[in-house]
T-cell receptor
């Protein structure tokens, strides 16, 4: 079955550590996205990518980094510069960036700072 | 900057009731609007996508309408069931990325 796989489901980070969240899709979608979700708030866009080797900052990119070396993969690194990283992180993909057709989400990674 | 709000924040209804969820957005120059469902601790599932040229979309017991001029969309759920309990989010796109509302948490009581 086609879909998006996020791993791990739960992740614990110590102060000062960098951690990387995995996102893989087999839908042949061009566009991929990373969102952050905090309680009582809507999803906020961290980074997005329209094609391989290209990505753009979203609304809250500070303290995060991404890469898009393969069409299928869009990993997110939460760096030590992100002061409040505890949140639920969602990866998504769509057929293209503009129309938002075929918008598909992964099941999320819950990151907790310990 | 586009802002999306949803009213009510939470809603609890008995099984079988028809209900309406509301979504408002500040910039009417949108490309399309989507309604999503999110179960606790899970990702989002797309329910309905309305293109800017359309007025409404229907899927089973769900009907979503769009009034661009007033910056509003409604999601109508007919004959609600306990399995409809979830958070419903609307999102609008100006042609590049979606801006999400905070969601309405729906509980349908048996």
């Amino acid at each position: 079955d086609g879909g998006i796989t996020q791993s791990p489901k739960y992740l614990f980070r110590k102060e000062g550590q960098n951690v990387t969240l995995s996102c893989e899709q087999n839908l042949n979608h061009d566009a991929m996205y990373w969102y952050r979700q905090d309680p009582g708030q809507g999803l906020r866009l961290i980074y997005y990518s329209q094609i391989v080797n290209d990505f753009q900052k979203g609304d809250i990119a500070e303290g995060y980094s991404v890469s898009r070396e393969k069409k299928e993969s869009f990993p997110l690194t939460v760096t030590s510069a992100q002061k409040n990283p505890t949140a639920f992180y969602l990866c998504a993909s769509s057929i293209d960036l503009r129309a938002g057709l075929g918008y598909t989400f992964g099941s999320g990674t819950r990151l907790t700072v310990v | 900057k586009q802002e999306v709000t949803q009213i009510p924040a939470a809603l609890s209804v008995p099984e079988g009731e028809n209900l309406v969820l509301n979504c408002s957005f500040t910039d009417s120059a949108i490309y399309n609007l989507q309604w999503f469902r999110q179960d606790p601790g899970k990702g989002l599932t797309s329910l309905l996508l309305i293109q800017s040229s359309q007025r409404e979309q229907t899927s089973g017991r769900l009907n979503a309408s769009l009034d661009k001029s007033s910056g509003r969309s409604t999601l109508y759920i007919a004959a609600s069931q306990p399995g409809d309990s979830a958070t419903y989010l609307c999102a609008v796109s100006g042609g590049q990325n979606f801006v999400f509302g905070p969601g309405t948490r729906l509980s349908v009581l048996p």
